[in-house]
T-cell receptor
Framework: EAGVVQSPRYKIIEKKQPVAFWCNPI?????LYWYLQNLGQGPELLIR????????DSQLPKDRFSAERLKGVDSTLKIQPAELGDSAVYLC??????????????FGEGSRLTVL | SQQGEEDPQALSIQEGENATMNCSYK?????LQWYRQNSGRGLVHLIL?????REKHSGRLRVTLDTSKKSSSLLITASRAADTASYFC???????????FGTGTRLKVLA
């Protein structure tokens, strides 16, 4: 069974340019998360989806960040325009519905963004 | 914001030794998980302990939870070079449906 797939793995852009990251969760996982991880830090939640509904986007900087999860499967995270401080790894994770026995999050390999 | 803090921030041990890392958190929780992250990779789930549990084992891993002290520890016994990674605790605060990760412990196991 395929794990969580993210693309691109690496992206280098100039500041003020737009960038988009794509995530395909594990089949059957209703919950999808986007996390941001700065170097040497733990992941910080940006947004959580239950199916196609964004149920927690309180940490998403909505002036420049947007996300969507059409049809409750794939998801895209966009930054426009990117700033130098957005350089980080963007991690996507998925899980079975909340309250499942394991509560385990399955992570993709991440998309490393460098803003010059 | 990060709910948990791991201690120590970095740990270097010899192969075969035990490694202990601690996690402290701020609010009451539903459960707590530990994850491992190899350099440049995603996080991998290790173990989950619920708020009504005090200790769990999985292979060479032993996790304890003390809700009165709001702390957890992860013990890796008989460490191997392949255990070299960063380890994160993730807490699910009571009344929420999210996981908040700590700052991580960077473990280096020397062969």
């Amino acid at each position: 069974e395929a794990g969580v797939v993210q693309s691109p793995r690496y992206k280098i852009i100039e500041k003020k340019q737009p960038v988009a990251f794509w995530c395909n969760p594990i089949s059957g996982h209703n919950t999808l998360y986007w996390y941001l991880q700065n170097l040497g830090q733990g992941p910080e939640l940006l947004i959580r989806y239950e199916n196609e509904e964004a149920v927690d986007d309180s940490q998403l900087p909505k002036d420049r960040f947007s996300a969507e999860r059409l049809k409750g499967v794939d998801s895209t995270l966009k930054i426009q325009p990117a700033e130098l401080g957005d350089s980080a790894v963007y991690l996507c994770a998925s899980s079975l519905e909340w309250g499942s026995n394991t509560g385990e999050l399955f992570f993709g390999e991440g998309s490393r963004l460098t803003v010059l | 914001s990060q709910q948990g803090e791991e201690d120590p921030q970095a740990l270097s041990i010899q192969e075969g030794e035990n490694a202990t890392m601690n996690c402290s958190y701020k609010t009451s929780i539903n459960n707590l998980q530990w994850y491992r992250q190899n350099s440049g990779r995603g996080l991998v789930h290790l173990i989950l302990i619920r708020s009504n549990e005090r200790e769990k084992h999985s292979g060479r891993l032993r996790v304890t939870l003390d809700t009165s002290k709001k702390s957890s520890s992860l013990l890796i016994t008989a460490s191997r070079a392949a255990d070299t990674a960063s380890y994160f605790c993730a807490t699910s605060p009571s009344g929420t449906y999210k996981y908040i990760f700590g700052t991580g412990t960077r473990l280096k196991v020397l062969a």
